[in-house]
T-cell receptor, first 115, second 112 residues
């Protein structure tokens, strides 16, 4: 069974600074997807960024980028120029590439932005 | 394009009752999956439906069930409610061939 681990229950960063959230996962599959989701207090889960395992290039979405280390099974999220609106719970998630839409989530990291 | 719609948003039940939650997917999305979110257990997969068939099931007791209709709308039912069933229930939908799941705002269930 696949597992996802987020070792940082809480993180804080100064506004405009950069922060990196860590995520490791365990799988025996070669075809899979990895995601970072953001859940603000409004509680709706919002997709931040996705990475296909077969792509070597790290995904980037504006201020958000990932460091995908497939051999190490590591998938960290870097947020640049942090903004107050980035404050939320961040979840790392794994999905098998075999068609089923089942996500395995990490325990989450609560990110606080200090003004 | 309308998002994933979950109803009701909030509900309060007492132990022993049953509850039905509804999820309307994004137009064109045929896969619907359900997740339970609690402070202690985090986000846990309940089940997934695709074209009215359950394709995957998480490790939950038989009191948790679901179904999907021909228009892809899905319902989940929890019978004989227990205090530990208090949670945020999230529905997620996906289109064919995409890797992304889109979530609804959830249904907050409180069991007294």
């Amino acid at each position: 069974a696949q597992t996802v681990t987020q070792s940082q229950p809480e993180m804080s960063v100064q506004e405009a600074e950069t922060v990196t959230l860590s995520c490791t996962y365990d799988t025996s599959e070669s075809d899979y997807y990895l995601f970072w989701y953001k859940q603000p207090p409004s509680r709706q889960m919002i997709l931040v960024i996705r990475q296909e395992a077969y792509k070597q290039q790290n995904a980037t979405e504006n201020r958000f980028s990932v460091n995908f280390q497939k051999a190490a099974k590591s998938f960290s999220l870097k947020i640049s120029d942090s903004q107050l609106g980035d404050a939320a719970m961040y979840f790392c998630a794994y999905r098998s590439g075999k068609g089923a839409q089942k996500l395995v989530f990490g325990q989450g990291t609560r990110l606080t932005i200090n003004p | 394009k309308a998002g994933v719609t979950q109803t009701p948003r909030y509900l309060i039940k007492t132990r022993g009752q049953q509850v039905t939650l509804s999820c309307s997917p994004i137009s064109g999305h045929r896969s619907v999956s359900w997740y339970q979110q609690t402070p202690g257990q985090g986000l846990q997969f309940l089940f997934e439906y695709f074209s009215e068939t359950q394709r995957n099931k998480g490790n939950f007791p038989g009191r948790f069930s679901g179904r999907q209709f021909s228009n892809s709308r899905s319902e989940m039912n929890v019978s004989t409610l227990e205090l530990g069933d208090s949670a945020l229930y999230l529905c997620a939908t996906a289109g064919v061939g995409t890797g992304e799941l889109f979530f609804g705002e959830g249904s907050r269930l409180t069991v007294l």
